[in-house]
């Protein structure tokens, strides 16, 4: 029972490079997550998705691009990295969210993430 | 967008202590979760409570949503309990994180 699984676990990138984190959950969860988590502070929302072929913004979405082509994964890109992306990232994924938030989130291990 | 405040941003135990932590949100919620992120970084989930108080081992965890606040009990606190503790409030269908407490127990 694998939960949420985060890959890669570490990545080092150059200024103006691209790539794709990915997210996948073996928990048949509707709702997916990604998240940033910057030294001293809490998590900050990126984007969420509320089923498969969903996506919406959040808190902090610009830079970033993601997608949920399938219910169990969600691809979160960076289509020119900046030093200002640095961070570490979190996936979470929940059974259901809506206005009730009556399920608990379940988080991955994070990908940690240097931009040069 | 709702502001969370934990308090203190930082404690130190001697082993064996007990400590409480607070959280104070700005609005009304629809649920809460206490976290634990350990030294290695992973999150780890403490409690889902939206009311009322729940108790898993040495750890307890009140919430008085009424009055804004809940509150997580450590008590008899080991060296495995360091890390950092994170608040986050469910609000608006979305998961809103404090700043944390920093907690350090020095055997």
């Known amino acids: 029972n694998a939960g949420v699984t985060q890959t890669p676990k570490f990545r080092v990138l150059k200024t103006g490079q691209s790539m794709t984190l990915l997210c996948a959950q073996d928990m048949n969860h509707e709702y997916m997550y990604w998240y940033r988590q910057d030294p001293g502070m809490g998590l900050r929302l990126i984007h969420y998705?509320?089923?498969?072929?969903?996506?919406a913004k959040g808190e902090v979405p610009d830079g970033y691009n993601v997608s949920r082509l399938k219910k169990q994964n969600f691809l979160l890109g960076l289509e020119s990295a900046a030093p200002s992306q640095t961070s570490v990232y979190f996936c979470?994924?929940?059974?259901?969210?809506?206005?009730?938030?009556?399920?608990?989130?379940?988080f991955g291990d994070g990908t940690r993430l240097s931009i040069l | 967008g709702i502001q969370v405040e934990q308090s203190p941003p930082d404690l130190i135990l001697q082993e064996g202590a007990n400590s409480t932590l607070r959280c104070n949100f700005s609005d009304s919620v629809n649920n809460l979760q206490w976290f634990h992120q350990n030294p290695w970084g992973q999150l780890i989930n403490l409690f889902y409570i939206p009311s009322g108080t729940k108790q898993n081992g040495r750890l307890s965890a009140t919430t008085v949503a009424t009055e804004r606040y809940s509150l997580l009990y450590i008590s008899s606190s080991q060296t495995t309990d360091s890390g950092v503790y994170f608040c986050a409030v469910y609000h608006d269908y979305k998961l809103s994180f404090g700043a944390g407490t920093t907690v350090t127990v020095r055997a």
């Open positions: 998705s509320v089923g498969e072929g969903t996506t």
């Open positions: 979470a994924s929940s059974l259901q969210g809506g206005i009730f938030g009556n399920q608990p989130q379940h």
